[in-house]
């Protein structure tokens, strides 16, 4: 059974500092992972989508990496604001699972001004 | 990439009733995927839907707690029967086009 880790579970910062999120899965035969922000009260925002056979994925000052035979995903911030605080959730979906998606525990970010 | 419609976006029911939850998708999707959130707890799966076929649920979750209907590509509903204070959750239903998983807002449920 895939299960999916996040660390650190809860991360406070002062704005501007660069930060690392972590994600780490025990089944490596991942078809895809992905990384989603959670707002209280709101659904999920897709960050950024790294398929099996890419090793990272850019999108303005979010970066995603994918390490399959480790078991390891990153979300680099840069440069953060107050407007990145929100639950940070990483999920992956398993070769041959039909796009079901396990979730990880999520690292809940707070940017201080 | 898909837009999800649902609702209601939150409700307050009481114990022993149910409640439909309602997801429309702006374009035809072959599976939709209906997840809950409990309190300070990440996202499970419960079921995937398919037009056309019976829901597959996942390990703890079963049709008669959780019917599922899928009536065509772009529309399913989910209904929480006989509820208890344990099913008060953040209920989300998602689909997955190959450009990416789209989610919708949730709806939040409490039961009294």
């Known amino acids: 059974k895939q299960e999916v880790t996040q660390i650190p579970a809860a991360l406070s910062v002062p704005e501007g500092e660069n930060l690392v999120l972590n994600c780490s899965f025990t089944d490596s035969a991942i078809y895809n992972l992905q990384w989603f922000r959670q707002d209280p009260g709101k659904g999920l925002t897709s960050l950024l989508l790294i398929q099996s056979s890419q090793r990272e994925q850019t999108s303005g000052r979010l970066n995603a990496s994918l390490d399959k035979s480790s078991g390891r995903s990153t979300l680099y911030i840069a440069a953060s604001q107050p407007g990145d605080s929100a639950t940070y959730l990483c999920a992956v979906s398993l070769t041959g699972g039909g796009n079901k998606l396990t979730f990880g525990t999520g690292t809940q970010l707070k940017v201080e001004l | 990439s898909a837009v999800i419609s649902q609702k209601p976006s939150r409700d307050i029911c009481q114990r022993g009733t149910s409640l439909t939850i309602q997801c429309q998708v702006d374009?035809?999707?072959?599976?939709m995927f209906w997840y809950r959130q409990q309190p300070g707890q990440s996202l499970t799966l419960i079921a995937t839907?398919?037009?056309?076929?019976?829901?597959?649920?996942e390990s703890g979750f079963v049709i008669d707690k959780f019917p599922i209907s899928r009536p065509n590509l772009t529309f399913s509903t989910l209904t929480v029967s006989n509820m208890s204070p344990e099913d008060s959750s953040i209920y989300l239903c998602s689909v997955a086009p190959f450009y990416g998983y789209t989610f919708g807002s949730g709806t939040r449920l409490t039961v009294v």
């Open positions: 839907a398919n037009q056309g076929s019976e829901a597959t649920y």
């Open positions: 374009s035809q999707v072959t599976m």
